[in-house]
């Protein structure tokens, strides 16, 4: 049966159900989700207060478990740097420390009770949410096609312009003489499928784990409630690593990428 909520009709079966948590919160138009914008926002939003919090508290002598906590992240982070990126770059730690801990809290938005959010926010006029961003394709293409502009940056900045472009005409193949020429469009053409490569598979491998498991802990919530606990508890543990590997893998190929950038081919 279904039940009325301020003009709204509840979900009356499963199939239902599963439709009204992956429809998103949007404009009137339907071209933004608001839900993904404001989620990621107000994560990233944390994530700045924690570290900036942390890094007023932090003392030389017997660390709070915060600064534990925070410096156990940025050494992780810092060796991943160190064994990947061996230029210079005063950007690349925080963006890599920024990419892991937002990504990761993100993700961890998983971790909630499927009907938690949804339904307080019901009190507020609010019907459709999904709180998981990296769950939605616009947003992890977003991550992703900052890393490409971020490719750009520290390809232009290592190599000059006018570098950056002879490398693109001349590798993987380099030729001299009239050769050249006739692979200029050879290697060009290869180099763009290369370099739109990698945000597509960082954007889809991304997309693709977070919305699984997101559809997975749905599928759970229709369960009786005792198979909920059976099947979840498990699941959920699961899913700490998949949340945290994606995560460190969405960062670790970030620095990777840039460090391919700036390397003269």
């Known amino acids: 049966m279904t039940t009325e909520h301020g003009g709204h009709s509840a979900p009356a079966n499963a199939t239902e159900y599963i439709k009204h948590h992956l429809q998103h919160l949007q404009t009137s138009d339907g071209m933004f989700n608001l839900d993904t914008f404001w989620v990621s926002a107000i994560l990233g939003a944390i994530f700045l207060g924690v570290f900036y919090m942390a890094s007023r ?6 660390p709070g478990k915060l600064q534990n906590f925070v410096e156990l992240v940025m050494e992780l982070v810092n060796d991943t740097v160190n064994s990947a990126f061996h230029a210079k770059s005063a950007v690349i730690a925080p963006l890599a420390i920024t990419i892991f801990v937002w990504v990761w809290l993100m993700n961890a938005m998983d971790f909630l009770p499927v009907d ?5 926010l019901e009190f507020f006029g609010v019907y459709n949410l999904r709180v998981v961003p990296t769950a939605d394709a616009n947003l992890t ?3 992703s096609l900052s890393v490409l502009l971020c490719i750009f940056g520290f390809s232009i900045k ?6 950056y472009a002879k490398e693109l005409f001349t590798a993987p193949f380099h030729a001299t003489g009239f050769a050249a020429i006739l692979l200029a469009p050879v290697n060009f053409l290869l180099q763009m499928v290369e370099l739109f490569a990698k945000p597509v598979s960082l954007a889809l491998r991304l997309f693709g784990n977070m919305y699984a498991g997101e559809l997975i802990f749905i599928l759970i919530a229709l369960l009786p409630w005792w198979a909920q606990w ?3 508890g498990p699941w ?7 949340v945290t590997l994606q995560a460190f893998v969405f960062m670790a190929l970030t620095v990777v990428y840039l460090a391919l950038a700036v390397e003269k081919h």
């Open 230 to 232: 059976l099947l979840g």
């Open 158 to 163: 290592a190599k000059g312009l006018g570098g």
């Open 141 to 143: 293409f977003a991550l």
């Open 236 to 242: 959920a543990i699961f899913h700490i690593l998949i």
């Open 57 to 62: 508290r932090a003392t030389a002598g017997v």
């Open 116 to 120: 938690l959010l949804p339904k307080a």
